[in-house]
């Protein structure tokens, strides 16, 4: 008993910001970056996808309509016209005026003081995305304080394959909606570092098997009460949140 308590102990488990702070402020703006380090975030999560221009920012959907005053895809605005979106007046008044940041900005002005749960978000979109933020890693020497100060992470497999072979030393990640059977865990094993299943996937049998495959888990998203107190029963690595005070 006395040795399993201790094991349990050591045992720490990441707390990842869903968007920044998503359910308290406007996802992937800096606000949310700022609040969810405030409410002792490890890590932030951010999503990334490409500019008609060809600059890397940092947007969930692949639309603008719904986090900001604009309609119409990401990759057809420019960096200059997407940062000129207001992205805060959709989620509430008081957020007039937060913007849509940069991939560079987000990297200087967080990368020192949090981990970065990276997401390409349909990478298939943006052929050359992997190598895009490849080089503004390397640019600024990251990882700078370990291994897993930067994760990437995407539902996309062959992306993930392609950024592992790009920068062995940075973790990958596949994020999955389904339980994935054992050969697809061994396969996913053979390039990425973590397996993220959803959080209405996760049992025992799966979280031991991505154990057992060397690999880590990261599972999302919790918004409710309901969902952090089922994920509270497994061994996972890391839990990304709306809601971080929920997993606290
Ligand atoms: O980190 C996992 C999560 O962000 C994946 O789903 O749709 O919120 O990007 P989504
Ligand atoms: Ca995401």
């Given at each position: 008993?006395?040795?399993?308590k201790?094991?349990?102990?050591?045992?720490?488990?990441?707390?990842?910001?869903?968007?920044?702070?998503?359910g308290?402020?406007p996802?992937?703006?800096?606000?949310?970056?700022?609040?969810?380090?405030?409410?002792?975030?490890?890590?932030?999560?951010?999503?990334?996808?490409?500019?008609?221009?060809?600059?890397?920012?940092v947007?969930?959907?692949?639309?603008?309509?719904?986090?900001?005053?604009?309609?119409?895809?990401?990759?057809?605005?420019?960096f200059?016209?997407?940062r000129?979106?207001?992205?805060?007046?959709?989620?509430?008044?008081?957020?007039r005026?937060?913007?849509?940041?940069?991939?560079?900005?987000?990297?200087?002005?967080?990368a020192?003081?949090?981990g970065?749960?990276i997401?390409?978000?349909?990478?298939?979109?943006y052929?050359?995305?992997?190598?895009?933020?490849?080089?503004?890693?390397?640019?600024?020497?990251?990882?700078?304080?370990?291994?897993?100060?930067?994760?990437?992470?995407?539902?996309?497999?062959?992306?993930?394959?392609?950024?592992?072979?790009?920068?062995?030393?940075?973790?990958?990640?596949i994020?999955?909606?389904y339980?994935?059977?054992?050969?697809?865990?061994?396969?996913?094993?053979?390039?990425?570092?973590?397996?993220?299943?959803?959080?209405?996937?996760?049992?025992?049998?799966?979280?031991?098997?991505?154990?057992?495959?060397?690999?880590?888990?990261?599972?999302?998203?919790?918004?409710?009460?309901?969902?952090?107190?089922?994920?509270?029963?497994?061994?996972?690595?890391g839990?990304?949140?709306?809601?971080l005070?929920?997993?606290?």
């Open positions: 008993f006395g040795i399993k201790m094991a349990n102990s050591t045992h720490k488990m990441k707390k990842i910001g869903h968007r920044g702070a998503a308290y402020c996802e992937n703006t800096f606000p949310s970056y700022d609040r969810a380090i405030e409410m002792g975030a490890d890590y932030l999560e951010i999503d990334v996808q490409l500019s008609k221009d060809g600059k890397l920012v947007i969930h959907d692949s639309l603008v309509d719904r986090t900001t005053d604009h309609k119409g895809k990401v990759s057809n605005f420019t200059d016209e997407l000129s979106m207001d992205a805060g007046s959709w989620y509430s008044p008081k957020f005026g937060a913007c849509i940041p940069s991939f560079e900005e987000v990297l200087d002005k967080y020192d003081r949090v970065l749960l997401e390409l978000k349909k990478p298939s979109l052929p050359g995305i992997e190598k895009m933020v490849a080089k503004e890693l390397k640019k600024r020497n990251l990882p700078t304080k370990g291994k897993d100060q930067i994760i990437m992470q995407s539902f996309e497999t062959d992306s993930m394959q392609r950024f592992h072979e790009l920068m062995p030393e940075i973790p990958v990640a994020l999955i909606n339980p994935p059977d054992k050969i697809e865990i061994k396969n996913i094993a053979e390039y990425a570092s973590y397996l993220n299943p959803k959080w209405t996937v996760v049992n025992k049998r799966l979280i031991d098997l991505i154990h057992s495959n060397g690999m880590k888990a990261i599972s999302w998203t919790v918004r409710s009460k309901k969902e952090a107190e089922k994920l509270k029963h497994y061994p996972l690595d839990i990304v949140a709306d809601y005070d929920l997993i606290d």
